[in-house]
């Protein structure tokens, strides 16, 4: 049974969704937003930010990406049936996001006139901007180790200062990583470091890799050029694990959910059958997703703990230079997971919570949902 519909909503123009950007650019998620923007009114002087950009456009280097959940009045902007999609907001102005701006889904209907009159390209089939969007349309979230790993496996490699955890994202790790991070300083430096550390802590998650660091890079025993690749996989790691813990919390209402929702009015036979015995099916391809997550993180925890304890930094420096290699799989299915948690919250409970589904409607719900974990790498369930 096919229990799914497309969305879709004309969003090339100003228009009140985006009258509040300004606060979106400032408060967004990592995994949600990308801020180039933001990054050119911060990092335009950093190398790289020229010399390597994220998009050639230079009006398209300095939009906002979002990972957007459609609306049912935005449903017909596709020609097949789509979920979570990208969107692109090019600001009237970069410097003042309270203008507003005009957006456009990849990939939805007149697309492709859209990048020909405002991303500056003859044949958006043949630009690299408009290849890179739709790269970026093919991942469920836009955390920047995700998005570093998918692209490189088609030879984009924006600097590293587009690839940074957002703001409000660093403030919430801080407690959650702060010791972690205290640890390991002290493991490698020796005692007497404490101070120190807590000041490390704070430039290692901002990517501010100076020379306060340099006792670290020098116990490692690694190039800057691998300093710099080794701090980029720890600050995945410690992000990825900040946001297992809190996907886990999300994760058990939604398995909640699955077991108690009872959608509301008549329902075909097919759908009958379907609702039967897709609640326990995606609780258990749920569950088996979250813990694949936190089977890769134990082999970061492996690492961290012979550091730690045996005062031997050899198997964590190859851990931190061979760590990107499993940020794909690992983001892919967070990304995923946020996307069903996300979603299940914002439609389940809240404001929400009164509008109870129909069965058509729940299973399209459901329908999607499996459809996003089986497309995870490595994720394997049997009935």
């Not at 990592?30 to 950093?46: D, F, H």
């Not at 859209?114 to 970026?136: E, M, T």
Request: proline share 5%.
């Amino acid at each position: 049974m096919n229990a799914r519909a497309a969305y879709g909503k004309p969003a090339n123009t100003a228009n009140g969704e985006i009258r509040n950007l300004a606060n979106l650019g400032e408060t967004a998620s990592t995994s949600r937003v990308l801020n180039l923007a933001q990054i050119s009114m911060t990092c335009s002087r950093e190398d790289g930010y020229a010399s390597q950009p994220f998009f050639r456009n230079s009006t398209l280097n300095r939009a906002l990406l979002i990972k957007h959940t459609l609306r049912a009045n935005e449903r017909d902007l596709f020609a097949k049936p789509r979920r979570t999609v990208t969107k692109v907001i090019l600001p009237f102005d970069a410097n003042d996001l309270r203008l507003g701006g005009r957006s456009i889904f990849v990939n939805q209907i007149g697309f492709d006139s859209f990048a020909k009159s405002y991303f500056n390209v003859d044949n958006p089939n043949a630009s690299l901007d408009v290849q890179l969007l739709r790269h970026l349309d093919d991942i469920p979230s836009l955390d920047p180790f995700l998005v570093r790993e998918h692209l490189a496996r088609y030879e984009f490699r924006p600097a590293a200062c587009y690839l940074k955890i957002s703001p409000r994202d660093l403030e919430e790790m801080a407690t959650f990583t702060n010791e972690e991070i205290r640890r390991l300083v002290l493991a490698a430096c020796g005692e007497g470091m404490e101070v120190a550390a807590i000041k490390l802590t704070s430039k290692i998650l901002a990517n501010n890799l100076d020379s306060d660091l340099e006792p670290l890079r020098q116990t490692f025993r690694m190039s800057p050029e691998e300093f710099a690749e080794g701090m980029f996989s720890w600050r995945g790691f410690l992000y990825f694990k900040w946001r297992q813990t809190a996907l886990q919390a999300e994760i058990g209402r939604v398995v909640k959910g699955l077991a108690e929702y009872r959608p509301l009015g008549p329902a075909d036979e097919g759908t009958r059958d379907y609702l039967k015995t897709a609640p326990t099916r995606l609780s258990k391809q749920i569950i088996t997703a979250i813990l694949n997550t936190r089977r890769t993180l134990d082999v970061y925890d492996g690492a961290y703990k012979a550091l730690i304890e045996g005062s031997d930094p050899a198997p964590f420096r190859k851990f931190l230079l061979d760590g990107p290699s499993m940020f794909f799989g690992l983001g892919e299915c967070m990304g995923v997971l946020g996307h069903i948690g996300s979603f299940w919250s914002y439609r389940m409970g809240g404001k929400m919570r009164h509008l109870r589904l129909t069965p058509p409607e729940y299973a399209d719900i459901l329908v999607d949902f499996e459809d996003s974990l089986v497309n995870i790498e490595g994720l394997a369930i049997d009935d």
